[in-house]
């Protein structure tokens, strides 16, 4: 069955530290992988996607996601987190069925330590 | 203005209570979805919809009903509210072009709580 999978619920990190956060999926076929950001209040905003091509994925705000196929794995990453990049993470894969449906993980929690 | 806006943001009921909750969006998409999120949850998927005349279920549909009045309205119906009820709910919208990858795009949330 597909699925997505968010190990750390809650991360704090210093600010100006880098930021890891881990996202692994079981998928049947190739995946469309995406990470998505939920600051407080808001509704969700795409941060990147990946669907072929270079493994490496620029997204928006100076983040980047990896995928690799061998570990099933499509990790976020930033190279120096600020205040306001404290949110919750979603990873998310599809499509699923012909109905094109996502499956989203769990989310992770992201504090930022000043 | 927003592409994808619902109403209301917040609403507390009562058990028992009928409740609609409303989602409009100007981009002019075909699909268009209905999510609950629960802390250490994520999202789950209520209801889709990929045109008017298409209305299907998700994982979580016991107690909730929907309707696609319009290509850009979709609204959610709890007939009966009960505690277990109170989330944040999301509507979310996407092209269903082929070859568009189905990207979502997310609407602010009505936070529901049901006493």
């Known amino acids: 069955a597909q699925s997505v999978t968010q190990p750390d619920i809650h991360i704090t990190v210093s600010e100006g530290a880098s930021l890891e956060l881990r996202c692994n999926y079981s998928?049947?076929?190739?995946?469309?992988l995406f990470w998505y950001v939920q600051s407080p209040g808001q509704g969700l905003q795409l941060l990147l996607k990946?669907?072929?091509?270079?493994?490496l994925v620029q997204g928006i705000k100076g983040f980047e996601a990896e995928f690799k196929r061998s570990q099933s794995s499509f990790n976020l990453r930033k190279p120096s987190v600020h205040w306001s990049d404290a949110a919750e993470y979603f990873c998310?894969?599809?499509?699923?069925?012909?109905?094109?449906?996502?499956?989203f993980g769990s989310g992770t929690r992201l504090s930022i330590r000043p | 203005d927003a592409d994808v806006t619902q109403t209301p943001r917040n609403r507390i009921t009562k058990t028992g209570k009928r409740i609609m909750l409303e989602c409009s969006q100007t981009?002019?998409?075909?699909?268009m979805y209905w999510y609950r999120q629960d802390p250490g949850l994520g999202l789950r998927l209520i209801y889709y919809?990929?045109?008017?005349?298409?209305?299907n279920k998700g994982e979580i549909s016991d107690g909730y009903s929907v309707s696609r009045q319009a290509q850009a309205k979709f609204s959610l119906s709890l007939e009966s509210a009960i505690p277990n009820q109170t989330a944040l709910y999301f509507c979310?919208?996407?092209?269903?072009?082929?070859?568009?990858?189905?990207?979502?795009?997310f609407g602010p949330g009505t936070r529901l709580t049901v006493l």
């Open positions: 979310a919208t996407s092209d269903g072009v082929v070859g568009s990858y189905n990207e979502q795009f």
């Open positions: 998928y049947g076929a190739t995946p469309y």
């Open positions: 990946y669907f072929s091509g270079d493994t």
């Open positions: 998310a894969v599809g499509p699923y069925s012909s109905a094109s449906k996502i499956i």
């Open positions: 981009k002019g998409h075909d699909r």
């Open positions: 919809s990929f045109d008017v005349k298409d209305i």
